[in-house]
């Protein structure tokens, strides 16, 4: 008797900061979603942990080397059986480009952000929670869910 445990992936991505207060973000030049933007994120691989995929995710994205910082955001996605797991970084350095995955990559500021046209509702949210953390002056952590069955994201607070 086998039993074939139907778990769910998980996704893990960072929002790298400049030392000016820039954000990175790619423009996805893959499915789902191509031609969106998004911080580097992607599936998450064996052998490695959460910081050491949200950083190799961001130099195959965006080629940046990141320092991974606090954990931001955990989104619970039902509908596709994924957990989003996503951190705070800070580039190492000023180089950055467009990956494979990428149509580009660009540095904005908060008011600059494309919200209209961001990816994803997890990316969404977490990119909302890192600017509201920011004006704030905290590092919260933050969980939630969302379910496109019900078109819900859940609420949350900070953990």
């Not at 086998?2 to 030392?19: L, R, T």
Request: aromatic share 10%; net charge negative; proline share 6%.
């Amino acid at each position: 008797h086998v039993v074939h445990y139907q778990n769910p992936k998980i996704v893990v991505g960072c929002v790298p900061e400049d030392p000016s207060g820039k954000i990175l973000l790619c423009r996805r030049a893959i499915e789902p979603r191509l031609g969106y933007w998004t911080f580097p994120a992607g599936f998450m691989e064996n052998n490695e942990t959460l910081q050491q995929a949200a950083a190799r995710e961001s130099y195959e994205e965006a080629l940046a080397d990141v320092e991974i910082g606090s954990l931001l955001a955990i989104v619970h996605i039902l509908h596709a059986h994924q957990v989003h797991v996503f951190f705070r970084a800070r580039m190492r350095s000023p180089q950055f480009g467009a990956g494979t995955e990428s149509l580009e990559a660009h540095l904005v500021e908060e008011r600059d952000i494309p919200w209209a046209d961001i990816a994803f509702p997890s990316t969404e949210y977490a990119l909302r929670r890192y600017f509201d953390d920011r004006t704030k002056g905290v590092e919260n952590h933050y969980f939630t869910e969302f379910d496109r069955r019900t078109a819900e994201l859940g609420l949350s607070t900070p953990g």
